[in-house]
Nanobody, 114 residues
Framework: QVQLVESGGGLVQPGGSLRLSCVAS????????MSWFRQTPGKEREFVAW????????NYAESVKGRFAISRDNSKNTVYLQMNSLKFEDTANYFC???????RGRGTQVTVSS
């Protein structure tokens, strides 16, 4: 089955850290770039980070640069998002997207609250 399944979200205090995972199945994972996006109710989805298939190139939204890190393990068909120094405004549903957007997961909720 072709799918993406995210995990690792939760409730964290400001300044805390979380590591999100997105496990891919049913396709040649290493052939695709992968992205993380986030979305809150009533708002457009927001780009967070992107990584090429070989991990050679990465790109980040300005709002997360220096705090978040995207990585992948092609042997495990998994892309990660390490989130440090979390802020209230990072609260959202985080989901991964394959390539140009042909496939996305349901997401995992991240809530930053004191």
């Amino acid at each position: 089955q072709v799918q993406l399944v995210e995990s690792g979200g939760g409730l964290v205090q400001p300044g805390g850290s979380l590591r999100l995972s997105c496990v891919a199945s049913g396709f040649a994972f290493s052939n695709y770039s992968m992205s993380w996006f986030r979305q809150t109710p009533g708002k457009e989805r927001e780009f967070v980070a992107w990584i090429s298939g070989s991990s050679a190139t990465k790109n980040y939204a300005e709002s997360v640069k220096g705090r978040f890190a995207i990585s992948r393990d092609n042997s495990k068909n998994t892309v990660y998002l390490q989130m440090n120094s979390l802020k209230f405004e990072d609260t959202a549903n985080y989901f991964c997207i394959r390539g140009g957007g042909s496939l996305r997961g349901r997401g995992t909720q991240v809530t930053v609250s004191s």
